[in-house]
């Protein structure tokens, strides 16, 4: 893979694993700064030239700095110089996304690339609507997105990703950027399908988690991440994705790490459930969001809306929220009429 030559300046909002990681693979090629709301947390980072909460045990390199100040985290992109295509990116939760747009609106950026995948809390919507709600249409927005573990990236392993967005220049720059070294990336203008195929993907790991903690064994596996492709497809039709789209890293590929890698945080939650944990434990145990929780909830609301029919998504939000058992989750989902859906 050819690396990218040119160095440019990077500040990454959100210091969680995720946001770690990226931040640590880019600082092998760009100077680099990341953006932490604890400031005592960023300062201890700063310290330590390690992130010892979320992602501990690597060490960051001489082009990776820390800071808790806002300001600063913006001008070390705002203030380049031009010409120098610099690339500002939000690494924080879904839920955290729109109050980090609105601190954001204070200032003259370029643009917005996100990490985080999900649907909004409460207004169902998708990250790029959050995006034109807070910041309109004029600021050129988009996701990085794709199978992906925190840990693997930052040990430099290979992986792949896909940045979508209706802007062709933004397109370009995170390629040039992000592409490079052991990270492949790939450009597509379909945010919707991107998005779904990213959000849906942890709900269906939570699933694969409870059959694999029941040992229900590979077959029902293969048959539960098949059967939930077909649901991410259905909801990412209804709401404007391309169908290709579903079939490429952001649908099958994601889909296929979450629900089957160790590293999955979602697949974890469901391997609890299995157990009889309550899903406040697991959420603790885990230190770290698992998406696919409050996803779930969201997605069932929107399918039902929209007509769309998804069982699986169906039978893990009861499981979730409805305190349904996970022995009769999987008797629902194989009770179904297989007539009725395709």
């Not at 220049?169 to 490079?180: F, K």
């Not at 990336?185 to 790991?205: H, I, M, Q, R, W």
């Not at 406040?280 to 230190?287: R, T, Y």
Request: net charge neutral.
């Amino acid at each position: 893979m050819t690396a990218a030559t040119t160095s440019r300046k990077i500040t990454v909002l959100g210091a969680g694993a995720w946001g770690t990681a990226v931040a640590l693979a880019l600082a092998a090629r760009h100077e680099v700064l990341i953006w932490g709301r604890n400031a005592t947390a960023m300062a201890a980072m700063a310290a330590a030239r390690e992130n010892t909460d979320y992602l501990p045990g690597f060490t960051f390199p001489a082009g990776l700095q820390a800071t808790a100040d806002f300001g600063a985290a913006l001008a070390h992109v705002l203030d380049a110089p031009a010409g120098s295509a610099p690339l500002l990116i939000a690494a924080c939760p879904v839920a955290g996304l729109r109050p980090l747009l609105e601190q954001l609106k204070a200032y003259p950026i370029p643009h917005i690339v996100w990490l985080c995948k999900g649907f909004e809390s409460g207004t169902g919507l998708l990250p790029h609507q959050v995006a034109s709600e807070v910041l309109g249409d004029g600021v050129p927005a988009g996701v990085l997105s794709g199978p992906s573990f925190a840990q693997e990236v930052a040990r430099g392993l290979p992986c792949a990703l896909t940045v979508a967005s209706r802007s062709a220049s933004l397109r370009e720059n995170v390629v040039a950027a992000v592409h490079g070294g052991n990270i492949r990336v790939y450009s597509c203008d379909d945010l919707v399908g991107v998005e779904v195929g990213g959000a849906v993907k942890n709900v269906l790991a939570i699933a694969t988690g409870v059959a694999d903690g029941l040992g229900l064994g590979l077959n029902a596996r293969a048959a539960l991440i098949t059967r939930g492709l077909a649901e991410i497809t259905r909801l990412g039709l209804a709401l404007g994705g391309s169908s290709g789209t579903f079939m490429g890293l952001t649908g099958m590929g994601d889909l296929i790490l979450t629900c089957t890698g160790d590293l999955s945080r979602n697949r974890r939650v469901g391997l609890g459930l299995a157990q009889g944990k309550a899903l406040e434990a697991i959420v603790a145990e885990l230190g770290h969001v698992a998406e696919g929780v409050p996803c779930a909830k969201a997605v069932r609301e929107l399918a039902r809306s929209l007509g769309v029919e998804m069982p699986i998504t169906d039978a893990v939000a009861g499981v979730l929220f409805d305190g349904d058992n996970p022995k009769a989750m999987v008797a629902q989902l194989l009770a179904r009429d297989p007539r009725v859906e395709m």
